[in-house]
């Protein structure tokens, strides 16, 4: 039986063909709001469902998969944005229901994409500091966006790594670096799918 792969903020599914073909897995439902978009996912993959609406889905009714892939939307992160940083009211702040999907859902892998500016903006957390992701801003210190995100998977129990990609690293003829983390539930926590 292959691997079920659950599909947020999927744009034209680039990600999960990637992940589908490396772990010889199949998209069984994405989350894709934008209308381009959908309607390529549509022509790709015929009657997989798009639930549309990140914020609107309920995850206890959604079918369960071994695999969460991802790319929370990055403008407030980009090096190329404003660098609102991780924040609630932000675009890139619907991190927040990608992690509410993890949480939930508890695949076995999760696998999420974002640009390179996630390892420097800052991002509203509770969360205490965290070597390698804590930024000095005017003597205060300030959790990273990846810290933010690395703070909220160890809180459900998920061990996380990450690693930066370019996309000359694949052949494409510029740089256009992209951060990729891959998170699984720590031993000893069950994913919805053990």
């Known amino acids: 039986m292959k691997l079920r792969v659950g ?8 990600l999960d063909l990637a992940v589908s073909a490396v772990l010889d897995a199949e998209t069984v439902w994405f989350c894709e709001w934008d209308d381009a978009p959908s309607k390529v996912l549509a022509a790709r993959f015929p009657g997989v469902p798009n639930f549309r609406d990140v914020s609107k ?3 206890a009714n959604v079918p369960p998969v071994d695999i969460l892939t991802g790319g929370f939307p990055c403008q407030d992160v980009s090096l190329a944005g404003k660098r609102a940083g991780l924040m609630d009211g932000t675009r890139s702040g619907l991190w927040s229901e990608f992690f509410k999907a993890i949480t939930i859902l508890k695949p076995r892998l999760v696998v999420i994409e974002n640009v390179r500016g996630l390892l420097s903006a800052s991002a509203d957390s509770g969360v205490g500091t965290t070597d390698g992701f804590v930024v000095e801003n005017a003597g205060d210190p300030t959790i990273r966006a990846i810290g933010a995100v690395f703070s909220d998977l160890s809180t459900i129990g998920y061990s996380a790594r990450w690693q930066t990609v370019r996309a ?6 510029h740089n256009r670096a992209r951060v990729f983390i891959v998170a699984f539930p720590e031993p000893g926590t069950s994913s919805n799918t053990d």
């Open 168 to 173: 000359a690293d694949a052949g494409a003829a």
């Open 7 to 14: 599909s947020l903020f999927s744009g034209y599914g680039g």
């Open 57 to 59: 889905v309920d995850w």
